[in-house]
């Protein structure tokens, strides 16, 4: 019997101490204070302390799945990221990440995300980032987006976005609401909806339905409501607006405004530009500087310098330097400083000297003419030649 009581006593003291030693654990241990020390603010209980240290990114092969993998090489059939994805150096058929997929390099055929899709250097087919696709080098088939594509050097098919950005671009087609090459475009095809543009472009066509520009173009077509260049080499520039800030070389520029030169129009303040071309064809044909082709056909014509060709054909032709043409066409006025040509003709046809004809209701030559005035009313400084009108005014007459 005392036995038994020495027992239950060893177990209730057993029990006690376990208790207790519970009751004590849901404190945190305190250590005794230093003399002089500060006393640390207590931590609230509900705030877990944080000592996990990131995980090392590690090698993998053939097939991984996570939540947010970090892989220095992965080698194999794919990786599957529930949020996001890292991998240093991926060689297989492809990454996939709900959230964002990154890669240092990736060679495989797709980097597949539903957000965004990163790589620092891609090769392969696709990269194909929902939202937006990133890389500094590409070199494959497409990036692909519904939101927008960057790429500091693309070399592949085509890039196809809302808002598609590249620093190079050699390709295929650059296709997307907004369109911009930074450097170098070569490729066939650059379409902007609103609006794109290259540095120097060298390809077919640039195409859109607001603004196309290059600093340099060479091409077959620039076509835009507002087609923009510094120096256009092409077959054909046709906008509502067709501007070129230098020159212009090739075929035909169209448009309701034709420009060349800086100088706005009516200006006649810089004389920088040059055209050199067959035709300039629209209502006002603006070349502020100097014009050789075949004509100028417009509502109003002018050359601010000197124009070289076949004729100037428009309700007002004008020419503030030397004119060399068999025909200025005004039907209005035609006007040149110097003349040197057929004939002027035009309601009001003027020049200060002139090589040929004059024909109009008025026609001056306020220095010299050498050759015909045949109109209403005529009148030269010196004439060599003939004047027939009902009134024909010359100081000399030889």
Partial sequence: MRRHHQAFGLATASLLLLMSSLASADEPPVAPA???????????????????????????YVLYAGVRPRLATFGGI??????????????????????????????GITELSLGQANAERFYGVAQLGLSKNLAGRFVGLTQLSIAHDDAESFAGVTQIATYDRAGDFTGLAQIGG????????????QLGLVHDDADTFRGIAQLSLGHAASRDFGGALQLAP????????GLVQLGVLSADDERFSGG????????????????????????????????????????????????????TDRFTGLAQIGLGSATSGAMW????????????????????????????????????????SSDDQNGAQLGVFDYSGDIHGAQIGLVNVAEKVH
Avoid: C
């Avoid at 067959?278 to 509502?299: H, R």
């Fill in 325 to 364: 043409a068999p025909l200025q066409i005004g039907a209005a006025m035609a006007y040149a400083r110097e003349f040197h040509g057929v004939a002027q003709i035009g309601t009001v046809s003027v020049a200060e000297h002139s090589d040929g004809a004059q024909l109009g209701v008025v026609n001056v």
């Fill in 178 to 189: 907004w369109g911009t090459v930074e450097r170098d475009f070569v490729g066939a095809l």
């Fill in 78 to 107: 794919g990786t599957f990221s529930l949020a996001q994805g890292r991998v240093h150096h991926f060689y297989g058929i492809g990454t996939f990440a709900t959230v964002r997929q990154d890669a240092g390099v990736h060679v």
């Fill in 226 to 233: 507002y087609a923009h260049t510094d120096d256009y080499a």
């Fill in 252 to 303: 035909l520029q169209l448009g309701l405004m034709n420009r060349v030169g800086t100088g706005g129009a009516f200006s006649h303040d810089s004389r920088d530009g040059s055209f050199a071309g067959a035709a300039q064809i629209g209502a006002l044909n603006w070349n502020d500087g100097t014009f050789t082709g075949l004509t100028q056909i417009g509502v109003l014509n002018a050359a």
């Fill in 34 to 60: 230093e003399p002089g020390a500060m006393e640390a603010a207590p931590v609230p209980r509900d705030v877990p302390l944080s000592t996990e240290a990131p995980a090392p990114a590690k090698d993998w």
